[in-house]
């Protein structure tokens, strides 16, 4: 079965910090640039974060550059969101993907909270 697999979600507190994970199998991974992104309760659906095949190059947008970096391992066909100092306004259903394949997740849940 094509779809990848978050895991890693749960709640942290303003000013932590958390990793998400996404284990993608059913496809030749390294192929493939990689994408996360978020669905907030009752907002519309945001790219978080892109990486492309060697990992080399990365995009996110201003919401929440500085504070989550993607990364991917290529032996483990994982990619990763590590998510630093994050605020309330990043809670949401975060998703990993293939958009070129549109291959998605069921996604985690990230709750930021106090």
């Known amino acids: 079965q094509v779809q990848p697999v978050e895991s890693g979600g749960g709640l942290v507190q303003p000013g932590g910090s958390l990793r998400i994970s996404c284990a993608a199998s059913?496809?030749?991974?390294?192929?493939?640039?990689m994408m996360w992104y978020r669905q907030p309760p009752r907002k519309e659906r945001e790219m978080v974060a892109q990486i492309t095949t060697t990992g080399t190059t990365t995009i996110y947008p201003l919401s929440v550059k500085s504070r989550c970096t993607i990364a991917r391992d290529n032996i483990r066909d994982t990619v990763y969101l590590q998510m630093n100092n994050p605020k309330p306004e990043d809670t949401a259903v975060y998703f990993c993907?293939?958009?070129?394949?549109?291959?998605w997740g069921r996604g985690t849940q990230v709750t930021v909270s106090s």
């Open positions: 059913g496809f030749d991974f390294r192929r493939y640039a």
């Open positions: 993907g293939v958009p070129i394949l549109d291959y």
